[in-house]
């Protein structure tokens, strides 16, 4: 459902670009009591950086792509940069406390807040960014980018034929509702603890999993020893 003035202006005429569904979702946003904005007036984004697979060394620091990355954080990854090509890009594509990080290709919409300092590079399949506006908590704004109500604005305006790929220039335009900053930090609150004990599950199945280990060694050493005063 649309018209040949919307057609025009969004440069578009494929069906799922105007599904319906999607009118009722920007509805929703826009009646919010709180009001809404664009993403591009709480943040500052950035792309990542595409040093070439020449780049590529065994040993060195992580350049971080789409399939080391999840809402959860950023694993190591198995491409690797050297001293010079890290030092040559780190000031401007390695990740710092705070920054947001978004895909944009790919896997389009994962979105997570750097913890702690990395020594990496991030690919050019990543948007970089930085709150601007201190109405904004980045918790509580990442946690949105994740949410449904983004996921629907990526879907209908994502393209590429093999490879999903997101305009940074839409994504700055998705619209968000603003909610009130005493329930952003109950969102930011909940969000930090469910990392915390994330974390505190990780050092548990760490622990318990040596057990296991530890109780299995010990069974084959006792099997092994009857085993060998029966022969």
Not at 3 to 11: F, G, P
Not at 129 to 151: G, H, V, W
Not at 161 to 166: D, F, N, Q
Not at 215 to 231: F, P, R
């Amino acid at each position: 459902t649309t018209s040949k003035k919307k057609i025009d202006n969004a440069r578009r005429f494929d069906s799922e670009y105007f599904h319906p569904k999607y009118d009722k979702i920007i509805k929703k946003i826009e009646n919010y009591y709180g009001g809404w904005g664009y993403v591009k007036d709480a943040v500052e984004w950035s792309k990542g950086a595409e040093v070439g697979s020449k780049a590529y060394i065994n040993n060195g620091f992580d350049f971080i792509r789409v399939s080391d990355f999840s809402i959860y954080g950023v694993s190591d990854s198995n491409k690797k940069i050297g001293t010079t090509v890290y030092n040559d890009h780190k000031r401007r594509f390695a990740p710092i406390v705070g920054d947001i990080l978004f895909t944009k290709d790919g896997t389009i919409g994962l979105s997570y807040v750097i913890k702690e300092d990395m020594k990496c590079i991030i690919s050019g399949a990543f948007l970089r960014l930085k709150i601007k506006n201190p109405q904004f908590l980045s918790e509580c704004l990442c946690l949105l980018l994740n949410s449904t109500l983004i996921k629907n604005q990526i879907d209908k305006t994502a393209g590429g034929a093999i490879i999903s790929h997101l305009r940074p220039s839409d994504f700055e335009n998705f619209k968000m509702p603003i909610f009130p900053k005493s329930i952003q930090q109950a969102i930011a609150s909940k969000v930090e603890e469910s990392y915390r004990l994330r974390a505190k599950s990780k050092v548990l199945l760490g622990q318990a999993n040596k057990i296991v280990e530890d109780e299995m060694k010990k069974g084959a050493e006792k099997y092994e020893l009857i085993a060998g005063g029966n022969i």
